[in-house]
């Protein structure tokens, strides 16, 4: 079976939880006999100069499969009010989402690729992008609903803005979006998510068939895990890890509950010298959220690049998300080091393998998560359960042998459907009154 994967950019550790992820399953779809290509869709504002090229192609490198970058320009046009609101009352698929013009570029390489199939890796990009094609059978792997982390994004104070004429234009324009979505997904021939509650509301909106697949994370800490946790250097008091990029609307409204809520409590019982909270990931905190925590007992560490080393030595990997945003790939990666997790209920949501009390200690508010770490502070036997039975949570259900696995059975069930059937690729349903117009 050939494989061609799109993605939104090229995918690296360097990118975010994904760029750990995707590795995985190109593995795993080469491992078991596979041809890849892999085409990722990055968007220029201007043409490229051959050194960005260059740097790009290196990076694709360690992935070992043919790749073939294709770089697309995307300009916003500029619209008058009156054409705004002829785009709200006649709104065109290419007007909802830019990029469907993308397919003019793309169609002709996947046609000379010729795949069996065509893997949509968390890209709406690439859904959008492929809409309208018979080369192969379709199957997407989604993340977050498109619309979530713009809401979510928009009831943090940094992006609040006051009521105006454009918000009003751009929100209502987001209920055809919705609705051109749903015509989107119903035309893929197959798809999952990585989060289970969303998994329920892509099949929900005409993803047919979509189910709950597991994220696949590399297992770095290895089997010997438990000896190398051992080995890390002893501190007095207990150290938490907070990761995650400190733009990022989840790791965000996270980090805020945390300064307002969590902290606080923890001062008050254990002191300012009696824990250490080291807050980790790519980005320059917000000014505000920045002085919030400005604590004897928070360092601020920035881009770390020895991630393994902080997972081993961590009395408590933090994640005080509060919203049922996506999953948060860094409690798999937690697990697989054997680190005892400490979350907001929220997290489970995307992630149902999460139990409290067993490979997890969760927290309902801010206040209630301090209190779990204040109770197990001293209780180094308690938080080395937690932490194994996250191990044993790893192994089952997250580890690429497992989760990667059954990501490409997926694929291959679609593929052998396909080439099993006498009669042609279904043709795309018109999304609507969208594509009436468009050219």
């Not at 234009?169 to 997904?185: D, F, G, I, K, P």
């Not at 250097?233 to 150290?239: F, L």
């Not at 959220?289 to 902080?310: M, N, T, Y």
């Not at 979350?343 to 508010?365: F, K, Q, V, W, Y």
Request: hydrophobic share 40%; aromatic share 8%; proline share 6%.
């Amino acid at each position: 079976m050939h494989v061609t994967v799109l993605t939104t950019g090229v995918l690296t550790a360097l990118h975010d939880a994904t760029g750990y992820v995707f590795p995985c399953l190109i593995e795993q779809l080469k491992e078991r006999g596979h041809r890849v290509s892999y085409v990722p869709l990055c968007l220029a504002h201007e043409e490229m100069s051959q050194q960005e090229k260059d740097k790009q192609l290196q990076a694709l490198q360690p992935l070992r499969v043919g790749a073939y970058p294709l770089n697309l320009l995307s300009k916003t046009p500029e619209r008058t009010w009156r054409g705004r609101l002829q785009q709200l009352l006649h709104p065109k698929l290419e007007d909802l989402y830019p990029t469907v013009p993308w397919r003019l570029q793309l169609e002709p390489l996947l046609a000379s690729l010729k795949p069996d199939v065509i893997f949509l890796f968390e890209t709406y990009e690439g859904i959008m992008a492929t809409h309208g094609m018979e080369l192969a059978p379709r199957f997407a792997l989604l993340g977050d609903p498109p619309h979530l982390p713009r809401y979510y994004r928009s009831q943090l104070p940094e992006f609040q803005r006051s009521w105006s004429l454009k918000q009003t234009y751009h929100t209502l324009l987001e209920v055809h979006r919705q609705a051109a979505m749903r015509s989107l997904l119903g035309n893929l021939d197959g798809g999952g998510a990585v989060a289970a509650h969303h998994a329920a509301w892509f099949k929900e909106q005409g993803l047919s068939g979509c189910e709950y697949l597991r994220n696949p994370v590399p297992d770095e800490a290895g089997a010997d895990w438990q000896l190398k946790r051992a080995a890390t250097a002893t501190r007095g008091i207990p150290k938490l890890i907070l990761v995650g990029r400190a733009r990022g609307t989840a790791t965000l409204s996270g980090l805020r509950q945390f300064a307002q809520e969590t902290l606080p409590h923890l001062e008050q019982a254990l002191g300012v010298d009696g824990f250490e909270a080291h807050i980790i990931g790519k980005d320059a905190l917000p000014e505000e959220l920045a002085r919030r925590l400005q604590h004897p007992s928070v360092k601020i560490r920035g881009f770390v690049e020895d991630l393994a080393q902080e997972f081993l030595s961590a009395d408590f990997f933090v994640v005080p998300t509060p919203i049922e945003l996506g999953i948060r790939t860094r409690i798999l990666f937690a697990w697989s080091f054997g680190c005892c997790v400490v979350a907001h209920t929220a997290n489970a949501c995307g992630i149902p393998e999460m139990r409290d009390g067993e490979n997890a200690l969760l927290g309902r508010s801010g206040k209630e998560i301090a209190q779990v770490m204040i109770r197990t502070a001293a209780d180094k036997t308690l938080r080395e359960r937690i932490g194994y039975k996250g191990r044993l949570t790893y192994e089952r259900w997250f580890r690429p042998e497992v989760s990667g696995l059954r990501i490409v059975e997926s694929l291959e069930r679609i593929a052998s459907q396909t080439l099993a059937s006498t009669s042609p690729l279904r043709p795309a349903r018109p999304c609507d009154h969208y594509v009436k117009g468009s050219k």
